[in-house]
């Protein structure tokens, strides 16, 4: 009986304690950033190698640094197993300490804080992931989807496929499948690939996996060996990715002839594969390998001394590079907040015009130690996400290289269509705020 | 001392067949309800009103409605999840059809939608019993599910796939959409709590209810007393389902604001919702919200309360210490009484009126 | 015998019987309509019923490779599902947590290789750790909850659940693995033969763990019917009184159950892992077995293996030849409707013994 009375008194006080003391703002010295990163969950394996770049970075920053413009930034990771509900209490317990900008990292926490990202004045950066439709910046000021939406990755994908085939032309006839994870994430690039079947002349076959199937998916590959499609596109997260690659290498379907989205393309989505994987492709706008200054940064400040939670060998593949190149865009974005206002301890809202404004050209990747890392991306008051370009990487059985030039998407048939989805969003979220916020000079 | 009947006499039958028979229960609900209105809200604190008591809330009404038909009619049942999504989708789709009728109103309209849904599936309930009827239920889970991915028209083509809640208002203020404040959106969840809560009572405690716990206690017996089975059973599923579903519409637009359904209806739903009844306590309204909270607010505090309390966790170990501490707890509560925390609150209760001079 | 014989009617059939008459008569009208052209191709009725059938005719190599696909998932859930019974049977507990002890001893395996321990020596220490973890489970859990309803003991092994989950991503953290299978002697490729104008495709990996399956399953026959520890354990699964009675310890027994049950993770474990990677997602396919399970009845050996294969080769089929009319996916569902045709007509699933009720 006392155990009993001891162990409920102590909840109640935790309760309490935990219900009143939960927002306490960061010192006004520090820039805090939130991360939202799951490390634990069905989905970690993906999760960590990115948690881990994006954490790496931006402590390298104050390592080096001292943080950016003499301010040193107040990294915290919050937890969210990819699951939507522990994903909106990160969002709530962290808004109230003054956080500049979020990083949901799951389309379906994202889908849930865009509606809120307006009236908390927070912006959210989905760097590649979320809702396609809020690269519209008219529409959704607050949101920031760069450098690429999934429906200029499609678009990739096609141009990808045709330029192999021998022209646009060629795809005439043809049968392209897309083998996705049976949720909204899994089914963005629909659109793109439908109207793209229309134009060229392919048939498109959909090729859904449900959630609880993800590591069962022979029923359907053997749909693929009977409908022998040209090409595949894999939108697919998590373990759906690595047995999608096992199951292609045991059904004889040609590996490069299979292309990932970026979120398809780790390491370990192919490394599992094993000899089969060999020339499996995926989308990328970074690159993979440790050869970079900013990586030997990482190395040399945060990964020898031992404060990096990834293991050294893991530093520089893939994923753990898109976590770097995610901060990166974070930490951009408040620098060029700083430049605009001319504050140092920077505001949400001054994040967001600093988002807003950004221009990372080659001059300053050079600077930044990410020559040939990625392309020049530019944002501007309407176009929240650049439409940047992409390039495809090829596994090649122990590390994914670069396999083409950066191919730019095709922003004709992908904008107009975004624009008309961001419009539809706002008709059927009614109340949904008219843009008031100003844009800045020369953008 | 304090809470002693003595001296409450009963002059009706009416007075003998209250809920509340005892006058310090009423003080003691008058209190609490007291507290949730006004209380809750005069603290101010956003986190408090979103990730605790919202959540809590929605999965009370849900536990209520899974208690209904597991603890009171005895039919086991792992759909719960899916006839919550019946009812956030059907919401959806009333209230973007007809925008011009109070949200309130399809909020509990679907509820409706969910019950019919409910008695198609529980159909086979008559011939299939015990875990082999989760089958079932099962069934319903999985089927609904991928109707859910499957059907555009269920949410509206949109190009993200995920039910996008539109602004509505009560009286002129926003309950529903982004500008909702916390405040009245719990406000408005409070009330149909109550509410349904209130229905409830009257159900178990009436006609209805006591067929039901008698096909529970031994359906054959309860046939053979005159009984009809099929009808009180199809009736516990549709009342059940109602509270599912008018919790799911409630879950999808007071508390989460859209997003993306099929990850919030899922498996893991159906089987939270039921440990929430198993560790209230099967058969009791109160262990309902006895279990929501336990299990809805356990892990909450303790990712978020023990740092605030100078306990330094982060990031993943946390999170994987909250697991470990919720399985032992979970453990911990079955070994100390198996009929749930609604069975301690009654031996609290038991106590209380001895003390503090026990014969 | 009595004396007068009712006269026999001279045709009367079970509800059952009238089913499958009307099925079959069904069948051969459409059948008959189709090929004197009353139902031409591209009609609906010729799609759903008649074209599926034309195909498996005229590309019979796939349907050799589904069927074989569905043969080796079947015998995988039957893995599965042989877990549940084997731990149902001796202690009434439906045991949630056999899907994270396929994770648990899957990862402990790869965990100890990387530690750098020889492979076969790390399924040995697995089967250690797999021993350790069923003497708690019955120190802690099992022993303290003893003549608990069954929904109660189902709840505790959620409990277990979480525990195993916090625990091992606590140890072994989240990161998906690569099975060890070459270092285990799993052969890898697979064998490729041309049949009637196409190719069928064996992976020697299924073929592997169809073997593996098979001898499993003969060795616990085994061990069940000619073994004393094997009557002990089906005298426990009879009546706990009754063995008790006659000096069974069910405390021992029940560590073997649990020990059993963890080398069957293992295996499981092991199979599912080289076929993917290990990693916690897998704890959903756990889930596969229910409807399994269920179609064989709970307390069946041979229920579990039958089973097992009529989902898996029925799921296979069914989302081969009749998935893409609904635009696929209809695996995630289908296992359930398949199983819950059958409990119509046999409530008790196919195995499972019949059910007896008394007042």
Partial sequence: MTLRKLTLGTMAAAAVAGATAMALPASAQEIYVPLLTYRTGPFAGSGIPIADGMSDYLRMLNERDGGIGGVKLSVEECETGYDTKKGVECYESTKGKGAVMYNPYSTGITLQIIPKAAVDKIPILSMSYGLSASADGNVFPWVFIPPVTYWDGASVFIQHAAAVEGGLDKLKGKTIGLIHLDAPYGKEPIPVLEKLAATYGFTLKLYPIAAQDMQNQGSTWLNIRRDRPAWLYVQGWGAMNPTAVKEAAKNGFPMDRMVGVWFAGGDDDARGGGDGAKGYKALNYHQAGANYPVIQDIMKFIVDKGQSKAPKDKVGESLYNRGVYNAMLIAEGIRNAQKITGKKAITAEDARRGLEALNITDARLKEMGMEGFAAPLKLTCADHSGHNQVFIHQWDGAKWVKASDWITPQKDVVRPMLEAAAADYAKSNTGWPQRTEACEKGS | MFYREAGQFKTSYAADMAVFPIRQDRIGIAIILALAYLGIPALQNEFLLTSVMIPMLVFSLAAIGLNLLTGYTGLLSLGTGAFMGVGAYACYKLTTLFPGVNIIVWIVASGFVSAFVGVLFGLPSLRIKGFYLA???????????????????????????????????????????????????????LTLVVVLTWFASNIVHGRVGRAWMAVRDMDIAAELMGIRLLPTKLLAF????????????????????????????????????????????????????????????????????????????????AEHLTFLTVGVLIIFFLIVEPHGLARLWQIAKQKLRLWPFPY | MSAIEAPEPPLRLTPTGWTLLGLAGAAILLLLASLTGVIGKGNPLDTVFIDPFRQMKDAPDLLVQTVWEG????????????????????????????GIM??????????FYEMGVPAFLALILTLGVMFLLAVSVERVVLRPLVNQPDIILFMATFGITYVLIGLGELVFGGNPKQMIADQLMLPKGSIEFPFAGGFVALQKIDIAAALIAALMIAALAFFFQKTRIGRALRAVADSHKAALSVGISLNQIWVIVWFTAGIVALVTGIMWGARSDVSFALQIIALKALPVLILGGFTSVPGAIVGGLIIGIGEKLGEFYWGPLVGGGIESWLAYFIALAFLLFRPQGLFGEKLIERI
């Fill in chain 2, 135 to 189: 089958v079932a239920t099962l069934a319903a889970q999985f089927f609904l599910q991928w109707c859910f991915v499957r059907i555009p028209w269920l949410y509206n083509y949109n190009a993200s796939g995920a039910i996008e809640v539109p602004q509505r208002t009560l009286f002129g203020l926003p309950v529903t959409g982004a500008n909702a404040t916390p405040e009245t959106r719990y406000l408005v969840l």
């Fill in chain 2, 238 to 317: 549709a009342v059940s389902s109602f509270y599912c579903g008018v919790a799911g519409a409630a879950m999808m637009f007071l508390w989460y604001g859209g997003g993306e359904a099929n990850d919030a209806f899922n498996i893991n739903q159906s089987f939270t919702i039921l440990f929430m009844v198993i560790i209230g306590g099967l058969g009791s309204l109160i262990g309902s919200f006895f279990g929501a909270a336990f299990i809805s607010m356990l892990p909450t505090i303790l990712k978020f309360g023990l740092p605030a309390i100078g306990i330094p966790l982060s990031g993943a170990t």
């Fill in chain 3, 71 to 98: 043969l080796v998932s079947g015998v995988l859930y039957a893995l599965i599902a042989l877990g549940f019974v084997l731990i149902f049977k001796a202690s009434g507990v439906f045991n949630f947590a056999q």
């Fill in chain 3, 102 to 111: 396929v994770v648990f001893a899957g990862l402990t395996l790869v965990g």
